[in-house]
C-alpha cells in the first residue's frame, strides 16, 4: 500500500504497532515519528532523533475500542463529555476508530506530510447521527505540525467541539513552569460557573491541575529545567486552551496509568470548547492546528 502513495525520499514504513495496531514511522532529516492509524494519534515525535516531545503511559493499552494514553488523542466531535449522554465515549470517538491514509509526500522543505481520513460510516452513526469527513495533516520536520480539519456533508447544520489533547514529556513535573497564560480566565474542571483568573506570569502544577482556558489564542512556552528544554505549543483555529495534571489521587482513576505517571507528564491542549465551539452548515469545513517546536534553555 504504501509503496503506491509515496514515492519520496524519506524513509516511511507501515508497521504492526503494538496490540496490532497498525502504526506509520517516519524518519527524515529533522525527527523521527510514529503515529498510529488507530486515532490518527501521534505517539512520538523526536526532533533530531532526541529525547521525545511526547509522553506515553508505561500502562497504557493498545486495543480496539480504548484510548491510548499518551502521544496526540484527536478530541472530535465532542471534548470532555458528551452534553447530552454521558454515556458516549469522552472525548468522541475519533480517538477510538481507525483511519484511512490518503496521502504521504515529501514537502519541498524536505519535510514529510502524512494525511489522515475518515468518515461518517456505520460505527460513527451509533454515537452521532451526522455525515462528515475528518482529515488530520500531519507534517514532520523541524516541527511538529498538525491540524484537523472537519467538513459537514449532513443537509443538516451541527455543532462540534474537538481538540489535540497533547500530553508532553516533562524531566518532572517540579521541574516545569509554563508561560502564555497569565491575566486568563479558566474554569477548574467540570465547573463551568466559577471563572478563576491566573496573576502568575509562569503556571507551576504543584497539585491536580484541570484548568481550561478560555478566549486564549496564544502561544504557550513550556520550560523544563531537568531537559533544559523549552517547548513552544503554538496554534491557529483554537481559543480554548486546557492544562491538565491528574497529580495523585486522581491517576489513580486511570488503569491505564502507574502511580507515578503524573510526574513525567504535562497536557496543553488546544482545543475548541465552551464559548469557542464550531457550528458548520451543510458543505462547510472547519480547520485547527498546532505547532510544537522544542530549543535548549
Ligand atoms: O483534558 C483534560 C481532560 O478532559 C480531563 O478532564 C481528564 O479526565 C482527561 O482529559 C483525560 O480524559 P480521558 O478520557 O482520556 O481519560
Not at 51 to 56: A, E, G, P, V
Not at 100 to 122: A, F, G, M, Y
Request: overall charge negative; charged content about 20%; proline content about 3%.
Amino acid at each position: 500500500m504504501l509503496n503506491k502513495l509515496y514515492g519520496g525520499t524519506g524513509n516511511v514504513v507501515f508497521n504492526e504497532g503494538k496490540g496490532g495496531l497498525c502504526s506509520v514511522n517516519i524518519v527524515n532529516q529533522f525527527a523521527s515519528s510514529e503515529i498510529s492509524l488507530y486515532g490518527a494519534q501521534i505517539l512520538s515525535f523526536k526532533p533530531g532523533n532526541g529525547k521525545d516531545l511526547l509522553w506515553m503511559s508505561e500502562k497504557s493499552v493498545f486495543v480496539e475500542g480504548k484510548a491510548i494514553r499518551g502521544g496526540i488523542p484527536v478530541c472530535f466531535p465532542w471534548f470532555g463529555p458528551n452534553d447530552s449522554d454521558t454515556t458516549l465515549p469522552a472525548h468522541g470517538f475519533a480517538r477510538i476508530m481507525n483511519w484511512d491514509v490518503e496521502s504521504v509526500s515529501d514537502l519541498p522543505d524536505n519535510s514529510t506530510r502524512l494525511i489522515l481520513k475518515c468518515e461518517s460510516n456505520r460505527f460513527t452513526r451509533k454515537f452521532w447521527p451526522f455525515e462528515f469527513t475528518a482529515r488530520i495533516i500531519i507534517i514532520v520536520g523541524k516541527t511538529l505540525d498538525i491540524t484537523v480539519q472537519f467538513t459537514n456533508s449532513d443537509i443538516d447544520e451541527f455543532k462540534v467541539t474537538d481538540a489535540f489533547h497533547t500530553y508532553f514529556l516533562v524531566s518532572d513535573i517540579s521541574n516545569v513552569t509554563i508561560e502564555g497564560l497569565e491575566n486568563h480566565s479558566y474554569y477548574s474542571g467540570f465547573d463551568k460557573d466559577t471563572l478563576l483568573k491566573q496573576t502568575d506570569t509562569l503556571l507551576s502544577i504543584t497539585k491536580e491541575e484541570n484548568r481550561r482556558y478560555i478566549d486564549h489564542a496564544a502561544n504557550c512556552v513550556i520550560y523544563d529545567n531537568g531537559f533544559n528544554r523549552k517547548i513552544t505549543v503554538a496554534k491557529r483555529g483554537s481559543k480554548t486552551t486546557v492544562v491538565w495534571n491528574p497529580w495523585i489521587e486522581s491517576s489513580k482513576k486511570f488503569a491505564d496509568m502507574t502511580p507515578d505517571g503524573y510526574k513525567t507528564m504535562v497536557c496543553v491542549e488546544a482545543v475548541n470548547a465552551y464559548n469557542d465551539f464550531v457550528l458548520l452548515q451543510p458543505g462547510e469545513s472547519y480547520t485547527m492546528s498546532t505547532v510544537l517546536s522544542v530549543d535548549s534553555m
